[in-house]
C-alpha cells in the first residue's frame, strides 16, 4: 500500500533561517497535500500540488513534486517561532477513493 | 463560514462503553472523511462518507466501529465496546463534490480516552 514518509522526522533551526522537508510516496498520485498541526491540535491545510505541477508558491512556502522520484518538499523560509509545529504530507492515489495517506510527519522547532 | 466542527473534543469512556463522535462538515461539503491519530503517528484513513453512502470503508476495523452521514445531521462515528488500544484522536475531514476542489478541511479532532 502507498505511504508517505517524510524526513527528517524532527528538525530544530533558528528563527530567520529556513526549513526543508522532505516527503516521499510509492504510488501514482492525483495530488499531493502539506498539513501543519500545532500540538495537540487539528490540521491546518498549507498547499495543494496537483501531480501535473513541479513547482508551487504560497507566501513563504514553496512546494516541489518530482513525480519520476515520486518525491515532495517543502520550504519554509525566513521561518519564525509561529512555524513550530509538525507537517505532514498527504497523497491522494491515482484511482483511488479520494482518501489521503499520510506520513508520520516533520516535528519544526524554530528557536527564538 | 464555519469551518468542520467535531463534538465532543474530549471524551473519556470506560471499556465496554459506547462512543459516539459527531462531525459536522462544511457548509456546502457533501464529502465526509474519518481519521484516527495515535500519538507520535501520522493520521490513518478510517472510512470516507457522502450522504446516506459509505463510499469506501477499507481502513475500518471490522468489528466495533461503524459510520453514517445521514441525509439531515452530522456524520457519526460509532465505537462500541470500547478497549483500551481505541484512546487516540479521531479527525473528521469534509471536502465539497467532485471537480470543486481535491483539499480536505479537517476539525479540531475529537480525542478518546478509554480507562
Known amino acids: 500500500s502507498q505511504q508517505g514518509e517524510e524526513d527528517p522526522q524532527a528538525l530544530s533551526i533558528q528563527e530567520g533561517e529556513n526549513a526543508t522537508m522532505n516527503c516521499s510516496y510509492k504510488?501514482?498520485?492525483?495530488?499531493l497535500q502539506w498539513y501543519r498541526q500545532n500540538s495537540g491540535r487539528g490540521l491546518v491545510h498549507l498547499i495543494l500540488?496537483?501531480?501535473?505541477?513541479r513547482e508551487k508558491h504560497s507566501g513563504r512556502l514553496r512546494v516541489t513534486l518530482d513525480t519520476s522520484k515520486k518525491s515532495s518538499s517543502l520550504l519554509i523560509t525566513a521561518s519564525r517561532a509561529a512555524d513550530t509545529a509538525s507537517y505532514f504530507c498527504?497523497?491522494?492515489?491515482?484511482?483511488?477513493?479520494?482518501?489521503?495517506?499520510f506520513g508520520k510527519g516533520t516535528k519544526l522547532t524554530v528557536n527564538p | 463560514n464555519a469551518g468542520v466542527m467535531q463534538n465532543p473534543r474530549h471524551l473519556v469512556r470506560r471499556r465496554g462503553q459506547e462512543a459516539r463522535l459527531r462531525c459536522s462538515p462544511m457548509?456546502?461539503?457533501?464529502?465526509v472523511y474519518w481519521y484516527r491519530q495515535l500519538p507520535e503517528e501520522g493520521l490513518k484513513f478510517m472510512v470516507y462518507?457522502?450522504?446516506?453512502?459509505?463510499?469506501?470503508e477499507s481502513g475500518m476495523p471490522k468489528e466495533r466501529f461503524s459510520a453514517e452521514f445521514p441525509k439531515e445531521g452530522p456524520s457519526i462515528l460509532r465505537i462500541q465496546q470500547v478497549v483500551r488500544g481505541d484512546s487516540a484522536a479521531y479527525f473528521c475531514?469534509?471536502?465539497?463534490?467532485?471537480?470543486?476542489?481535491?483539499?480536505?478541511?479537517f476539525g479540531p479532532g475529537t480525542r478518546l480516552t478509554v480507562l
Open positions: 504510488t501514482s498520485i492525483n495530488n
Open positions: 475531514a469534509s471536502s465539497p463534490p467532485a471537480g470543486v476542489t481535491d483539499t480536505q478541511y
Open positions: 498527504a497523497t491522494d492515489a491515482k484511482g483511488g477513493s479520494e482518501k489521503l495517506v
Open positions: 500540488i496537483r501531480s501535473n505541477e
Open positions: 462518507l457522502q450522504k446516506e453512502n459509505i463510499i469506501d
Open positions: 457548509k456546502g461539503h457533501s464529502h
